[in-house]
């Protein structure tokens, strides 16, 4: 069996090589009746928790197949980034790993445990990340081969990687720190600087509005002390004509006492 899986993943290695220059690798099915589609992120992120890949064979054959998928990934990103673990229901899938220049290849050990019929499909899952930092495009191609290693049907996808350096950017290096503390000492002079013209030389409005308040102030002790002269002076203007006219009365009134004669000589 071991012989069988190894001589499977050289073939697949030997057309990997020789197709390394097809980016984009043809949808249509190598054996008559089956196609198979592959669906992908569009994008993934360096150093992020893995995104999941699949791929979906179908057939118009009246005969039942047993599948073995084989993923060929393609990308100049280093292929000590990528990670990639073929998953079923039951869990983890065993897989053969190789790498070919730019190309790596997964290749199952065992045949997927569904059966390829018409009217039924056999779905391949594969967990996909990439550790980083590198970033660039990379192009995914699932592989159907039944259990006589003939493949069926093959296609292809392409994805983006982005960078863990993109992903996080790092401050703009043409400001140097001593540049920004001069700017902020600027700032700060200038807050000083409008600070003390508010005090020192406050606009018309504000001198207005302190004039108004002092007017103000002032304005009930004045009408107290108003208030007090004006008493006062009717006072005092009462008092001076009703002197006035008791002297007028004194002037006017005539004596009523009786006077003796003086003696005759």
Not at 102 to 119: A, I, K, N, Q, S
Request: aromatic content about 4%; proline content about 5%.
């Amino acid at each position: 069996m071991r012989h069988r899986i190894a001589a499977l993943a050289g073939a697949v290695v030997a057309g990997a090589v020789l197709n390394a220059l097809a980016w984009v690798a043809p949808a249509a099915a190598d054996v008559p009746g089956f196609s198979v589609r592959v669906t992908a992120p569009d994008r993934f992120t360096a150093a992020r928790s893995a995104e999941t890949l699949t791929a979906v064979v179908t057939s118009e054959s009246r005969r039942c197949r047993k599948v073995r998928w084989v993923l060929l990934v393609r990308s100049q990103i280093d292929a000590g980034q990528l990670r990639v673990t073929r998953v079923e229901e039951a869990g983890e899938f065993d897989t053969d790993t190789s790498t070919e220049g730019e190309t790596t290849t997964f290749v199952d050990e065992e045949l997927d445990p569904g059966t390829l019929c018409r009217g039924r499909t056999v779905t391949g899952r594969w967990q996909v990340a990439f550790a980083g930092p590198d970033g660039g495009d990379v192009q995914f191609e699932a592989q159907a081969f039944d259990e006589q290693n003939t493949l069926l049907t093959r296609a292809a996808v392409g994805s983006t990687v982005r960078g863990r350096q993109a992903a996080s950017p790092s401050p703009s290096p043409s400001e140097s720190p001593a540049e920004e503390e001069d700017e902020d000492a600027g700032a700060g002079d200038s807050a000083d600087d409008e600070n003390t013209g508010a005090v020192i030389d406050p606009t018309g409005e504000d001198t207005e509005a302190a004039l108004v308040a002092d007017q103000t102030s002032l304005l009930g002790p004045g009408l107290i002390v108003g208030g007090i002269c004006v008493f006062l002076g009717v006072l005092l203007l009462v008092r001076l004509r009703t002197r006035a006219r008791e002297v007028r009365i004194q002037e006017q009134t005539l004596p009523t006492g009786f006077y003796r004669m003086p003696p005759r000589r």
